[in-house]
Antibody
Framework: EVQLVQSGAEVKKSGESLKISCKGS????????IGWVRQMPGKGLEWMGI????????RYSPSFQGQVTMSADKSISTAYLQWSSLKASDTAMYYC??????????????WGQGTLVTVSS | QSVLTQPPSVSGAPGQRVTISCTGSFSNIGAGFGLHWYQHLPGTAPKLLIYDNTLRPSGVPDRFSGSKSGTSASLAITGLQAEDEADYYCQSYDSSLSAYVFGTGTKVTVL
């Protein structure tokens, strides 16, 4: 069974750093792109970027380029999303999801349960 | 600001049919890229409902169906049930932005 399990909720202060994780199981982790999606309170879904764990090739949404860093450790089937200096506006639920389909028209077939990040000023 | 536009809300009585539209442009839906639909109950993981315009993943009831025409697509829910009350999002790829894009989202209410 394909599963993506994300790390737990985080409460941080502005200016702090953070790294959240997404561990895949039940499939060949290195052979599928992993995407990150943000949902701010009361808002819709926003695509942040994708990473290919096999070679760590990464594509960022222009809206998130330079704001976050995506990485992956294929030895432990885990993808990461990190911030070097959080802002209050980073408060949101963050989802990881596996991509499937024919490039570039991928869709997200399996999703993690989400990681709630709360940043206080 | 999303490039895929959906109505903010739709509603229907149990058993009725509702449709949700997703309007894009020639750089996404109209370019022939697949259009996909997700169901999202807040606080839970979004669920893939329809992929590549019309296809249903295993386990998704056939009450859910998708269609596409030109630069628009639609999700239809027939035999509406209380458990269908959720947010629904369309998603595609946009070649002008080189980005994956989600629709603005539609809240379905079962009266």
């Amino acid at each position: 069974e394909v599963q993506l399990v994300q790390s737990g909720a985080e409460v941080k202060k502005s200016g702090e750093s953070l790294k959240i994780s997404c561990k895949g199981s039940g499939y060949s982790f290195t052979n599928y792109w992993i995407g990150w999606v943000r949902q701010m309170p009361g808002k819709g879904l926003e695509w942040m970027g994708i990473i290919y764990p096999g070679d760590s090739d990464t594509r960022y949404s222009p809206s998130f380029q330079g704001q976050v860093t995506m990485s992956a450790d294929k030895s432990i089937s885990t993808a990461y999303l990190q911030w070097s200096s959080l802002k209050a506006s980073d408060t949101a639920m963050y989802y990881c999801a596996r991509l499937l389909g024919a490039a570039p028209a991928y869709y997200f077939d399996y999703w993690g349960q989400g990681t709630l990040v709360t940043v206080s000023s | 600001q999303s490039v895929l536009t959906q109505p903010p809300s739709v509603s229907g009585a149990p058993g009725q049919r509702v449709t949700i539209s997703c309007t894009g442009s020639f750089s996404n839906i109209g370019a022939g890229f697949g259009l996909h639909w997700y169901q999202h109950l807040p606080g839970t993981a979004p669920k893939l409902l329809i992929y590549d315009n019309t296809l249903r993943p295993s386990g998704v009831p056939d009450r859910f169906s998708g269609s596409k025409s030109g630069t628009s697509a639609s999700l239809a829910i027939t035999g509406l049930q209380a458990e269908d009350e959720a947010d629904y999002y369309c998603q595609s790829y946009d070649s002008s932005l080189s980005a994956y894009v989600f629709g603005t989202g539609t809240k379905v209410t079962v009266l």
